[in-house]
């Protein structure tokens, strides 16, 4: 998770704690008091499809689910102590549920963090080159004796900088899934049966399907998401996000539930 995200969503909770517009839940929070806080506003403002995954990742729901209320209710109050101590800076490295969790409790508009992230991934633009050029060349006519030494060697260093910045070709502004990864296309360029969507340098660089989930273990709780296929199977991805196939579905954490049943359970051989 980006720091980043996770100052921001701070950040948005002092500053509205500052204004008063917060409720004394949030502004003097205690583990019961959280808890209560999740049951007001659930009731008090209706849920997006992303604040329903937040509430599912962060209760451990892993079934589609319409009223939360009951989760909330039957939540054990201690497993509000992360969140807790991430409101009193007794923590800096808060698990990503519960800096969602905040986020929603405090209607942090750029919400969950794959929003947040895919929102904030900026794609460089495409330096003026010609007018670079145009300029040093009129230095280099103005005093060409004196400037062309400086002009070439100029000249020179930008372009090879412009090599090592952008190692991806300019006419290649677009990507498409290929099955495990996305790849780099031009926009104009039709792939049967791909879509082609604008590039996205962190997609691109960190998003990957997992081609060996039997190689998954618990120690990538955390580090893998995933969505379900078919009632019986998964697929597995190295990051969040949307679903490379179906933007409308939303990749979500690996729990050890996901794990057991999709990878441990069909790798035990059966007697």
Same mark, same amino acid.
């Given at each position: 998770m980006s720091k980043e995200y996770q100052q921001e969503v701070l950040l948005a909770y002092r500053k509205k704690a500052k204004e008063g517009v917060l409720s004394d839940n949030?502004?003097?929070?205690t583990r019961a008091k959280l808890k209560e806080e999740c049951l007001r506003a659930l009731?008090?403002?209706?849920?997006?499809?992303?604040?329903k995954e937040i509430l599912k990742v962060f209760l451990g729901i892993h079934r589609e689910i319409e009223d939360f209320d009951q989760g909330i209710i039957d939540y054990d109050d201690g497993?509000?102590?992360p969140l807790d101590n991430f409101l009193k800076e007794e923590t800096d490295n808060p698990h990503i549920r519960n800096v969602d969790l905040l986020a929603w409790l405090i209607d942090f508009p750029n919400r969950p963090f794959s929003i947040w992230k895919e929102r904030n991934t900026v794609t460089p633009s495409?330096?003026?080159l010609l007018k670079f050029l145009k300029k040093q060349f009129e230095k280099l006519r103005s005093n060409q004796k004196t400037q062309f030494a400086f002009v070439f060697l100029t000249i020179a260093t930008f372009i090879s900088g412009l090599i090592f910045i952008y190692p991806i070709n300019f006419g290649e502004q677009c990507m498409y899934w290929n099955g495990s990864n996305y790849e780099t296309t031009g926009c104009d360029v039709n792939i049967e049966n791909k879509a082609i969507i604008a590039l996205n340098k962190y997609k691109l660089t960190h998003l990957k399907r997992v081609t060996k989930p039997d190689t998954l273990s618990q120690k990538d709780i955390g580090k893998v998401w995933y969505t /379900?296929?078919? %009632?019986?199977?998964?697929?597995?991805?190295?990051?969040s996000g949307e679903y490379p196939l179906d933007?409308?579905?939303r990749l979500l954490p690996i729990t050890p539930y996901i794990l057991? /049943?999709?990878? %441990?359970?069909?790798a035990t051989p059966i007697d």
């Open positions: 949030l502004i003097n929070p009731r008090a403002r209706s849920l997006t499809g992303e604040d497993r509000f102590r495409k330096p003026n /379900k296929i078919k %009632l019986d199977s998964a697929e597995f991805y190295t990051d933007t409308r579905k057991n /049943k999709y990878i %441990l359970k069909k």
